[in-house]
């Protein structure tokens, strides 16, 4: 391939390495539970210089269908991961990561963490705190809230070391 770099020391082309990692991370994040087609858009999308393709860019890259793209990114925006934007004077979308994409999942998660909490504790009263299912249910409940607690720390801390690294 033409233009194509090497990989110090592999005699393996850059595309191709990149390829790999970005099937690499895509199976850790279908292990993980996440639909394997959008594991493998998200992957290429991560890996992607400027954090966006097009459809057409993913479907090459991937050499998967435009309806295995199209049906990725559905998921992929449902989920808060991707959005869509249109290149300027064309009627062709991008998909694009979002720039605080991990700080942002794990903020909703953390809503999900008190929901689930609060469920988990209006189910630990009506099942009794005698019951076995009542005990195991209200520790259940109090192992979201200490999860809740240290990933509020954990962001917290994130950001600080964000700003230190910009500024030095």
Same mark, same amino acid.
């Given at each position: 391939?033409?233009?194509?770099?090497?990989?110090?020391?592999?005699?393996?082309?850059?595309?191709?390495?990149?390829?790999?990692?970005?099937?690499?991370?895509?199976?850790?994040?279908?292990?993980?539970?996440?639909? %394997?087609?959008?594991?493998? !858009?998200?992957?290429?999308? @991560?890996?992607? #210089? +400027?954090?966006?393709?097009?459809?057409?860019? $993913?479907?090459?890259?991937?050499?998967?269908?435009?309806?295995?793209?199209?049906?990725?990114?559905?998921?992929?925006?449902?989920?808060?991961?991707?959005?869509?934007?249109?290149?300027?004077?064309? %009627?062709?979308?991008?998909? !694009?990561?979002?720039?605080? @994409?991990?700080? #942002? +999942?794990?903020?909703?998660?953390?809503?999900? $963490?008190?929901?689930?909490?609060?469920?988990?504790?209006?189910?630990?009263?009506?099942?009794?705190?005698?019951?076995?299912?009542?005990?195991?249910?209200?520790?259940?409940?109090?192992?979201?809230?200490?999860?809740?607690?240290?990933?509020?720390?954990?962001?917290?801390?994130?950001?600080?070391?964000?700003?230190?690294?910009?500024?030095?």
């Amino acid at each position: 391939m033409t233009g194509m770099t090497t990989t110090e020391g592999s005699g393996e082309g850059k595309d191709e390495a990149v390829s790999r990692f970005v099937e690499r991370f895509a199976a850790e994040l279908t292990e993980a539970g996440m639909q %394997r087609m959008a594991s493998r !858009v998200f992957a290429a999308l @991560l890996a992607s #210089e +400027t954090a966006s393709m097009t459809s057409a860019e $993913l479907a090459e890259q991937l050499r998967i269908s435009p309806a295995a793209v199209s049906g990725a990114i559905r998921y992929l925006s449902q989920v808060s991961m991707v959005s869509r934007e249109r290149d300027p004077g064309t %009627r062709r979308e991008r998909y !694009v990561l979002h720039n605080e @994409l991990w700080y #942002e +999942t794990f903020t909703r998660r953390d809503q999900v $963490l008190t929901r689930w909490e609060k469920v988990l504790r209006d189910g630990s009263e009506l099942l009794g705190p005698d019951s076995a299912a009542g005990t195991r249910t209200a520790e259940t409940a109090e192992f979201f809230a200490f999860l809740q607690r240290e990933m509020l720390g954990i962001m917290d801390r994130w950001g600080a070391y964000k700003e230190s690294r910009a500024a030095s």
